[in-house]
């Protein structure tokens, strides 16, 4: 069991106060905070060896290269990659899909075939399938999701068939928290000689990943969701599938030899680096990963766990005023809880909720198509939970949401 009170003491900004108050923080599937150890990373990087990669001769480039490549064989087998050729850095999950969707699925996916989603997907997971089909005249089809926010299987069978050229779908969702069962779904869809693509913006950071187990071709993650900095990322490919992927961005650092007239490429993953990457980021995300690894992901899983069934089972007192979403088995949910009701808007929510130093989001958190049309409602309060969470931290969250009821709804008999 993690000492979350203990691990807070490593967060700068978590001893910050917001109107006087002492910072909650439960925004953390927008972004994570920081530890020390990862700010102290990207300090040092710029303080001691600031340099670009893989060129220079000179002492500084040479270790910060090191360093560099060494974040990347960290990060690699933070995910259970074989390799640390099939770690290709990006800025972000989003950037990662795109990856996808315009080098292996351009040259993959013809008139007439389809690709299938699931209708929990964050827009990075579902605007460049749409894209994608557009472009190459085939057929976006969803898994649909039950009325408890799990995805209904039961015509998988037929959702999966050999017309299916990829099956794009998120790992965790970010609205409802639930965890898909990914591995089965993508022993299925490589039995019809599919594709597999996770989008692990919500699990990297939250649960034990291992691309190996899970077999899938390829896995997005973004680093600042998981203690690291912005704008990097990672996106695993799986070695046969990487071997044949024709490069993305085009121009320096990614090619081997060039003439006026062209280029060839240069080794993996760099073939997919164009350009000078985020260094410090890099190593600040490996220096992430120590963290987290340091900690053991059962346990943050555990934690999460633990602290969203306490908020589920604390929140059962608003059950009256407030329509909760996701699973109901703790086994199938992640550290994501959200919440609406008929009568008080996310967002003034959400502002009652700041004057007490308590950061939640209001809104439909990039995914509009499950807020909205299946859902039905224009948007959601969510409360997402990481290592620092207490106890404490959901009393006072629930406590707040009482005064908030009370104060925009006075008639309503609240305990
Ligand atoms: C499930 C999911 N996918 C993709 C993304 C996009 O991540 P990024 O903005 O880091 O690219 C997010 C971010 O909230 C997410 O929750």
């Not at 807070?8 to 953390?28: E, R, T």
């Not at 990481?386 to 959901?394: A, D, K, P, Q, R």
Request: a negative charge; hydrophobic letters at 40%.
């Amino acid at each position: 069991m993690l000492d979350a009170a203990k691990i807070k003491q490593d967060f700068p900004i978590l001893a910050k106060l917001v109107y006087g108050k002492p910072l909650v923080y439960l925004d953390n599937a927008a972004t994570s905070q920081k530890p020390s150890s990862v700010i102290q990373t990207l300090v040092d990087y710029y303080e001691g060896y600031n340099s670009n990669v893989h060129r220079g001769v000179h002492a500084l480039s040479m270790e910060s290269t090191q360093r560099y490549e060494e974040a990347r064989e960290k990060i690699a087998r933070f995910i259970g990659s074989p390799g640390s050729e099939n770690l290709i850095y990006v800025r972000n999950t989003t950037e990662g899909i795109n990856l996808v969707a315009n080098t292996w699925a351009r040259a993959n996916v013809n008139d007439g075939d389809e690709i299938l989603t699931t209708e929990m997907e964050h827009h990075s997971n579902l605007v460049p399938w749409q894209q994608l089909a557009k472009a190459r005249n085939a057929t976006l089809r969803f898994i649909p999701v039950t009325d408890e926010g799990t995805l209904d299987l039961s015509n998988i069978d037929s959702l999966i068939n050999h017309r299916t050229k990829l099956v794009a779908m998120t790992h965790m969702s970010n609205v409802l928290g639930t965890i898909n069962p990914v591995k089965d779904l993508t022993a299925k869809a490589h039995a019809v000689g599919a594709h597999v693509l996770i989008d692990a913006a919500q699990s990297v950071p939250h649960l034990p990943v291992d691309v190996t187990h899970l077999d899938c071709d390829f896995l997005a993650f973004s680093s600042h969701k998981m203690l690291g900095p912005t704008g990097i990322g990672g996106l695993y490919v799986k070695s046969d599938t990487l071997e044949q992927m024709e490069p993305f961005l085009t121009g320096g650092e990614m090619v081997q030899e060039v003439t006026f007239e062209g280029a060839t490429w240069n080794d993996l993953p760099m073939r997919f680096e164009a350009g000078t990457p985020n260094i410090a980021g890099s190593i600040g995300l490996g220096a992430a990963v120590d963290y987290l690894e340091a900690l053991g992901m059962e346990n943050v899983h555990q934690h999460e766990t633990e602290i969203t069934q306490y908020a589920l089972q604390a929140l059962k007192e608003l059950a009256e005023e407030f329509t909760f979403y996701g699973p109901t088995d703790p086994a199938r949910r992640g550290g994501i809880v959200s919440f609406s009701s008929p009568h008080v808007h996310p967002h003034d929510l959400g502002t009652i909720l700041d004057q007490a130093g308590i950061a939640i989001r209001a809104g439909h958190h990039c995914a509009m198509p499950l807020v909205r049309d299946r859902l039905g409602v224009a948007a959601t309060a969510r409360a997402s939970f990481y290592i620092y969470n207490t106890t404490e931290e959901v009393d006072l969250l629930v406590t707040t949401l009482k005064d908030a009821l009370r104060y925009f709804s006075k008639s309503l008999s609240l305990p």
